[in-house]
């Protein structure tokens, strides 16, 4: 299920990374720590400069809320339903659940999709579909960020995926992840099945190798 997320995130960086090459000069807010986000970051301190100065054309007030994530998911898919994953995504970079993503936030949620080792890219997957740290993923949420992924294409997108066809993908997915046949999906059975599945695997794997290294 990670593949749609990443091909997602990585548009999501060339629409805030691409324009670097002429913000090198920019410095961050003086409230912003950049050795601070050095630190915590795979980034350079140019490339915090230059993802900052993006980030601030983007939201003049250095935050981003929902609707302005759910402008940018518009014009990445112009036919699509994009409501519901735009906010999914909102919630994986708003990491204090404050209702707006802050530059801290975003560029760590950045450097972890573009840089991050395998499991740091997973647990931020894992948040995908399950935001409330309960330790297991249920059949339900797994059904919604289906639906929510499906609805990205559009609902005019062929084939078209009916309720049923959306359930039954689920259910294969649900069977695949729940080691065991236990009936649910824990976050340990997530992690191993990501990293023992090779087409999962070679998509996280992708991410890192097609991105600026
Ligand atoms: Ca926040």
Known sequence: MPESSNIHSKKIYHRFASRRSVCY??????????????????????EVRAIYRAFKETSPNAVINKNIMRE????????????????LLFETFDNDGNGTINFQEFVKALSILCRGTMDEKLEW???????????????DRLFYVITSMDDLMGRTAKPHHTREQKSERTNQIFEKFDVGRKGRITKKDFFYVCKTDKTILNSITALYTLLPG
């Not at 948040?127 to 249920?138: F, M, Q």
């Open 25 to 46: 000069q920019q410095d961050l807010h003086p409230t912003i720590l950049l050795n601070k986000v050095v630190d915590e970051t795979h980034f350079s301190k140019n």
């Open 72 to 87: 940018k998911f518009a014009e990445l898919f112009p036919h699509g339903d994009i409501e519901h994953y735009s906010d």
């Open 125 to 139: 997957l894992y948040k995908l579909y399950d935001p409330k740290d309960k330790g297991e993923i249920s059949w």
